[in-house]
């Protein structure tokens, strides 16, 4: 890539093909930023320009500057900041009071396109890759294809294929009557003991998953009674860790009770999702061995409301919202306080997409300054992903996912919703 890209200017420089030294420039911007976050140091930078070239970032320079031949674009009012990354969302979900009954007449093909329109407004809600941590058979492979060869926009998406033991969060025969719940498709993605999970985790690398998304406990939204209980046993746990390392996948773990999570910390998987009752062994276990905490306070807060709300829930799934919902914000103030490793994540598709700028401000609330909270949303998230050599900071060289809100964050966290720019790849999105 750089080698190439150094020639192309080194021809156009040498006036030697002119119709190639206009494609090079047409290929420049120049981004005046009033602002520039810089996550490694948590530091802001007055009046930077970025220089782009290409799909990469080439130079940040002091100042206004704008090379021959670059298109400007005005940042002059805004904060730029690496493009975000949501590291737990649902294209295909939008949760309603009518969600289980559509669930009885949605195909794939239907969440699909839902998603194709919710992973646009992903983007331009400033969140330029994101963890796709659940949908429909198929759909978040396929969007994640069709984004990558550029038929629709959305950000760049990391897939997660589920595996889930009988009964458990994610067993979409949870709730049914008897012959519907005997359907031999809704076994797809439930199996129990080590044979059967490490066969499931082999499927889902054939389906052309990126990571294994487990349930080491109950969830609130399953049509099930308990939200906390464990759900897979140390022998399976550690199949499943063991059998996704063969394949290179990371292992995410939904997790609201504290024996199902340390299970799963134990066992190595890379995240813990939501985390709700993590007590401090757990928080001790994260610590040693380096495992993250994605905590989606949005999701929390959002389920809490909505069980006010007469009808909104079948019963079963409103005293679990009520229970678990308004607990995560307070575990996450004491995670980040004992110095847990924590990633930004929203399970977007519970509360509505492009709001996931909304847990920033959540975050800031229970204590963490918004830098760091901003931290945990770029560079943070990339190491999660894997892609921390690529993204996550603003530095030349790298892939040129820049984003900018309206203000200065630092001062107003909900600035964060104000998104005025995005850049994913080199291509601008959406311009001030
Ligand atoms: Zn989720």
Redesign the pocket.
């Known amino acids: 890539m750089l080698s190439s890209r150094n020639k192309l200017t080194r021809y156009a420089a040498a006036g030697m093909m002119m119709a190639l030294a206009s494609v090079a420039h047409a290929q420049t911007s120049a981004l005046q930023c009033a602002r520039l976050v810089d996550v490694k140091t948590l530091a802001v930078l007055p009046e930077r320009t970025i220089v782009v070239e290409g799909k990469r970032i080439a130079r940040i320079e002091s100042g206004y500057t704008a090379p021959q031949g670059a298109a400007v674009v005005d940042l002059k009012q805004h904060t730029c900041m690496p493009g975000l990354i949501d590291l737990?969302?649902?294209l295909g979900?939008e949760l309603s009071p009518t969600s289980t009954v559509e669930s009885m007449g949605f195909n794939p093909p239907d969440y699909a396109i839902r998603a194709v329109a919710n992973a646009e407004k992903t983007l331009m809600a400033g969140f330029t890759s994101i963890r796709e941590?659940?949908a429909a058979p198929g759909v978040s492979v396929a969007v994640r294809d069709g984004i990558n060869r550029g038929i629709v926009k959305g950000p760049r998406i990391q897939a997660a294929g589920g595996v889930g033991s009988t009964g458990g969060h994610g067993d979409p025969a949870n709730g049914l009557r008897a012959e519907l719940a005997a359907t031999p498709s809704l076994e797809r993605n439930i199996g129990n003991g080590p044979a059967e999970v490490t066969k499931l985790v082999r499927q889902r690398y054939r389906d052309r998953f990126d990571l294994i998304?487990i349930a080491t406990t109950g969830?609130v939204l399953s049509l099930a009674r308990s939200g906390d209980a464990p759900l897979l046993s140390d022998e399976e746990l550690a199949a499943i860790v063991k059998t996704a390392r063969d394949y290179g996948m990371p292992v995410t773990a939904?997790a609201h009770g504290a024996e199902g999570m340390k299970r799963a910390i134990r066992a190595g998987v890379q995240t813990i999702?939501?985390g709700t009752y993590l007590d401090e062994e757990g928080m001790r276990l994260m610590k040693e061995k380096g495992t993250w905490l994605v905590p989606?306070i949005s999701?929390g807060r959002y389920v809490a409301e909505r069980a006010k709300q007469a009808g909104f829930f079948q019963e079963i799934v409103r005293v679990k919202a009520a229970t678990i919902g308004p607990e995560i914000q307070g575990m996450f103030a004491r995670a980040y306080k004992a110095g847990v490793k924590i990633a930004f994540g929203t399970?977007q598709?519970?509360a509505p997409h492009g709001d996931n700028a909304k847990e920033f401000q959540y975050m800031v609330e229970a204590g963490m300054p918004p830098l760091e909270a901003i931290r945990a949303a770029t560079l943070n998230g990339a190491t999660v992903m894997g892609l921390e050599k690529d993204l996550g900071t603003i530095e030349s060289g790298k892939l040129a996912d820049i984003v900018a809100v309206s203000g200065d964050p630092v001062k107003d966290i909900t600035n964060m919703m104000k998104m005025a720019m995005v850049m994913k790849d080199g291509v601008v999105y959406k311009r001030p």
């Open positions: 737990h969302v649902h979900s941590l659940g998304k969830g939904h999702e939501h989606t999701a399970d598709g519970v």
